[in-house]
């Protein structure tokens, strides 16, 4: 943001070329790598679907250039971090050509689902440092849209419930002739409770983060970091991350690529959520 703002001023005030080739926050060269820095993530769609030009100037939807793929292809060119080696210019070449195919070109579509942000934080549980992950997907609301949280991961907090010995535990059949004063023993047992759950139950981690800010437990301190896992294009997955570095090649990257069928998506997005 203040390397905006600080353009702007140069602008403003009239101040040559020369001058405003200064350094510019992290920034060190002219104002083209300022242009060619994607800085926000609404901004990487808008030049993966080809709808801005390279100036940040938003094309009319009755312009021809908008979502016109021969421009497209060259955006899409310079989304990628660069300096990531696994994506092979081959795997590249395949997923520019598909999704900017004149028949069926491909485009991400904010509203429509098919994505969402994994979100790393950093809390205080009971005074020490945790790191907690926050998926957050975009959902409709009376008044538009809003970012909600839909899952949570946390090595600390999983780990008080990661009990993977068989359940040996349970209930007795005739638990209710007694009126179930069996649960005295059950629950005196802190670390083999969720043997008395029902078979197939899954713990809500979302409930827990929420109960244990409102305890006062557990204190939120900072986001780390924000990475975007993308599966509405049909066939393939990739992330996108923010790059802050002194490069035309930074801001809201394309960080992992890889084809997936459309039978392994949720395999895919459990195993992004840390689900078994």
Same mark, same amino acid.
């Given at each position: 943001?203040?390397?905006?703002?600080?353009?702007?001023?140069?602008?403003?005030? %009239?101040? *040559?070329? *020369?001058?405003?080739?200064?350094?510019? %926050?992290?920034? @060190?060269?002219?104002? =083209?790598?300022?242009?060619?820095?994607?800085?926000?993530?609404?901004?990487?769609?808008?030049?993966?679907?080809?709808?801005?030009?390279?100036?940040?100037?938003?094309?009319?939807? %009755? *312009?021809? @250039?908008?979502?016109?793929?021969?421009?497209?292809?060259?955006?899409?060119?310079?989304?990628?971090?660069?300096?990531?080696?696994?994506?092979?210019?081959?795997?590249?070449?395949?997923?520019?050509?598909? &999704?900017?195919?004149?028949?069926?070109?491909?485009? &991400?579509?904010?509203?429509?689902? $098919?994505?969402?942000?994994?979100?790393?934080?950093?809390?205080?549980?009971? %005074?020490?440092?945790?790191?907690?992950?926050?998926?957050?997907?975009?959902?409709?609301?009376?008044?538009?849209?809003?970012?909600?949280?839909?899952?949570?991961?946390?090595?600390?907090?999983?780990?008080?419930?990661?009990?993977?010995?068989?359940?040996?535990?349970?209930?007795?059949?005739? *638990?209710?002739? &007694?009126?179930?004063?069996?649960?005295?023993?059950?629950?005196?047992?802190?670390?083999?409770?969720?043997?008395?759950?029902?078979? $197939?139950?899954?713990?809500?981690?979302?409930?827990?983060?929420?109960?244990?800010?409102?305890?006062?437990?557990?204190?939120?301190?900072?986001?780390?970091?924000?990475?975007?896992?993308?599966?509405?294009?049909?066939?393939?997955?990739?992330?996108?991350? @923010?790059?802050?570095?002194? =490069?035309?090649?930074? $801001?809201?990257? &394309? =960080?992992?690529?890889?084809?997936?069928?459309?039978?392994?998506?949720?395999?895919?997005?459990?195993?992004?959520?840390?689900?078994?």
């Amino acid at each position: 943001m203040k390397k905006i703002v600080f353009t702007l001023l140069i602008f403003c005030c %009239g101040i *040559s070329l *020369s001058q405003a080739q200064q350094t510019i %926050g992290n920034y @060190k060269g002219d104002e =083209s790598k300022l242009y060619a820095e994607t800085k926000q993530f609404t901004q990487f769609i808008k030049r993966f679907n080809n709808e801005e030009d390279r100036n940040g100037q938003p094309y009319s939807t %009755g *312009s021809y @250039k908008y979502r016109e793929n021969n421009y497209r292809k060259k955006y899409l060119e310079i989304l990628f971090d660069g300096e990531n080696t696994s994506i092979s210019k081959q795997m590249k070449k395949n997923f520019i050509d598909e &999704i900017t195919n004149k028949k069926s070109p491909k485009y &991400i579509e904010k509203h429509q689902g $098919g994505y969402f942000a994994e979100v790393s934080t950093r809390f205080l549980y009971k %005074g020490k440092n945790t790191d907690v992950t926050l998926y957050m997907q975009l959902e409709q609301d009376s008044l538009g849209y809003k970012w909600s949280i839909s899952d949570v991961y946390s090595k600390q907090l999983q780990g008080l419930f990661e009990n993977n010995d068989p359940k040996k535990n349970f209930l007795h059949p005739m *638990s209710h002739e &007694i009126d179930f004063m069996n649960l005295h023993r059950a629950f005196g047992d802190k670390d083999e409770i969720e043997d008395y759950a029902y078979k $197939g139950h899954e713990i809500d981690y979302i409930s827990i983060l929420f109960y244990l800010l409102k305890t006062g437990d557990l204190k939120f301190v900072t986001v780390t970091n924000v990475r975007f896992h993308i599966f509405q294009i049909e066939n393939w997955y990739f992330t996108v991350e @923010k790059f802050e570095r002194d =490069s035309y090649n930074s $801001g809201w990257l &394309i =960080s992992s690529l890889m084809p997936l069928k459309p039978t392994d998506i949720e395999t895919m997005r459990r195993y992004v959520l840390h689900k078994k």
